[in-house]
């Protein structure tokens, strides 16, 4: 089977630690890759980066669909563009928010959310209201830093442990959601250190999607996820233009 993870920004060195998290629970018959968004913000910490990267997210199911794609992880905890990448794709599409909540809600009665910045704890609350995991999400705690400092603040690991650790010690929680998928690398490092359960979007959506495709489970195309209408689009995104179909 094939998965592609998509990561929603356009930061290269981003997505290779994406890449690697990914493949590393990937099982042996899974051919998996990760692209970077070929057009957009090169972070998502706003409503309109979040706006602004969804073209390149179609753009790239648009491609993963012409390449034989089978199932893809949206990797970045807004899960941005998710329905409409849901109605362009044959297979599964699952994003890193709902596929961690969703892992996380087996594992307690109760889990922490540990994100970038204070502005983005908004989305994370809709989307856990969405996915009906606000029963299990005990509260939605920030690190403030900025989502390409992860990689480059030297002081980020320790940032995100303590605020993690101030995290299940305020909510009372059973384990952590982590809130970026630039935290995917410091999972391992968190769960030794905290010691609760630490879930990541990154593998946990990998993972979902893999289970999916092995159990022979698509996307519904029925109704809403069924393939867009096509019609003219025009200016700055004539090239999304869909074709009708045959
Ligand atoms: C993210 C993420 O996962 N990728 C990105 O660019 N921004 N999430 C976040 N909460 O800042």
Redesign the pocket.
């Known amino acids: 089977m094939r998965i592609r993870v998509v990561?929603?920004?356009t930061?290269r060195a981003?997505t290779d630690a994406i890449e690697r998290c990914a493949r590393a629970v990937a099982g042996p018959g899974t051919v998996l890759d990760a692209v970077a968004n070929p057009t957009g913000?090169?972070?998502?910490?706003s409503h309109y980066?979040e706006a602004l990267?969804v073209p390149g997210i179609l753009a790239a199911i648009r491609q993963g669909e012409a390449d034989g794609v089978d199932g893809y992880v949206l990797?970045?905890?807004?899960d941005p563009g998710l329905d409409a990448a849901r109605e362009l794709a044959a297979g599964p599409v699952i994003g890193?928010a709902e596929a961690a909540m969703h892992t996380a809600s087996h594992l307690g009665r109760g889990f922490s959310v540990v994100?970038?910045?204070g502005r983005?704890i908004g989305?994370?609350g809709d989307l856990a209201e969405r996915y009906g995991m606000q029963r299990f999400c005990r509260g939605i705690h920030t690190c403030e830093l900025?989502?390409?400092a992860l990689d480059t603040d030297p002081d980020a690991r320790k940032i995100v442990t303590e605020a993690c650790r101030a995290a299940v010690e305020a909510d009372g929680s059973d384990a952590i959601v982590l809130?970026?998928?630039?935290?995917a690398e410091l999972c391992a490092h968190l769960r030794d250190e905290i010691g609760v359960p630490v879930v990541d979007?990154v593998a946990a959506a990998t993972l979902t999607v893999q289970s999916l495709l092995t159990l022979g489970l698509r996307k519904s195309g029925r109704g809403e996820y069924a393939p867009p209408p096509p019609k003219p689009y025009t200016g700055l995104l004539h090239a999304f233009t869909l074709e009708p179909q045959r």
Not at 41 to 45: D, F, L, V, Y
Not at 179 to 183: D, I, K, R
């Open positions: 990561n929603p920004n930061t981003m913000p090169a972070s998502i910490e980066d990267s990797a970045c905890f807004g890193i994100t970038t910045l983005t989305r994370a900025p989502v390409l809130g970026c998928a630039g935290m979007g």
